[in-house]
């Protein structure tokens, strides 16, 4: 009896936002959902796109699965942006989401 050959299955659906390859249309349809749908309040990772619900589950996560220290570094809670400084953060605040700024301050 001859032997055949296993051929490995070669990646052919690729998703349009970042090229990442899948097999099927279920796969890439799961990869669009979990990847690039942000849920309302999260606060994704700037280097894998994960959404995390806190700053502080972010912080974790950085820290943990890609070996950054964040003690000095604060996300945006609108767009997960991070910044090393405070008064960056507030700066980008009043810049990209002037309507939040200023809300929970006093007169």
């Known amino acids: ?14 998703c349009e936002d970042c090229g990442a390859e899948f097999l ?5 349809v799961e990869h ?12 994704r990772c700037h ?3 994960e959404a ?4 502080e589950e972010l912080e974790s ?5 890609h070996g950054v220290e964040v003690a000095t570094s604060v996300p945006c809670g609108e767009c997960g942006l991070v910044f090393d400084d405070p008064a960056l953060l507030e700066e980008h605040m009043d810049r990209e ?11």
């Open 52 to 55: 995390f619900g806190s700053a």
């Open 47 to 49: 280097l894998c796109n």
């Open 1 to 14: 009896m001859a032997q055949g050959r296993w051929m490995t299955p070669q990646p052919h659906i690729a």
């Open 32 to 43: 669009r959902r979990e990847a690039h749908e942000r849920p309302p309040g999260a606060i």
């Open 24 to 28: 099927s249309e279920e796969e890439l």
């Open 61 to 65: 996560h950085l820290r943990h699965n």
């Open 97 to 107: 989401h002037p309507k939040r700024a200023g809300m929970g301050q006093g007169p």
